[in-house]
């Protein structure tokens, strides 16, 4: 079977309907409601047009969600050459997209899209990360590591939404409930270092995100340099 990318639209007579309202208000819902909610009957009622209309259009669920997945890539801000600073504001670029459609971070987290922007937004970050190395292998395993790090840091933060939903209880509340337990942990200095890191943690997740990307920037200099 052909992949979406590949295939001739739909074309039809009237332009009551569209690939692209029908994957405008897919979005919508996703945004809203999260993917569990998103079928194509409900993307037909929201359209107040009927399930075998959009299969015209689109052949299945997945081929809807491949242009999901692509439709909300963005463009980037433009290169400067310098590779550390470009990947830097590549990462945080992926990271505020991702937390900005909570559904796309798990989507992706096996196989790409494949589509035009998607491939758009992978030239961009190779070309970000080439001052780094003539080698594209090394090129695009530091693409690769920072994405799977912006997915972790993401996933990690949707996680602590999902549970402040599903208890009712933010996390300085929740930190407030555990508070007590913690004290004696620390007083009872079996766990020194344990005790040191809960001290330590405080930051929010956008710095934890700046925090440990850095650390991520700064192997990947150093892993150049002792390969050269």
Known sequence: MSLIWD???????????????????SIAIADAEGLDA???????????????????????????????????????VPLTGDWRADLEAYAHHERELWL??????????????????WL????????????LTSDIAATASAVGLIRDYVRGAVMRELAEKETQRRTGQTEDQWRATVAPYLRKVIESGAYPRVSQMTKAADRSPAEQFSFGLRRILTGIADSQQTAK
């Open 120 to 131: 758009r937004g992978l030239e961009h970050a190779l070309a970000a990360a080439a001052p």
């Open 38 to 76: 998103l079928s194509m009957r409900r993307v037909a009622a929201e359209l107040s047009t009927g399930t075998t209309t959009l299969y015209r259009y689109v052949d299945s669920r997945d081929d809807l969600l491949n242009l999901m997945a692509d439709a909300v890539q963005d463009s980037h």
């Open 100 to 117: 900005r459609h909570t559904w796309l971070a798990p989507l992706l987290a096996s196989r790409p899209s494949l589509g035009p922007n």
């Open 7 to 25: 295939r001739e639209p739909y074309r039809p007579k009237s332009q009551a309907l569209s690939v692209q309202r029908i994957v405008d208000a």
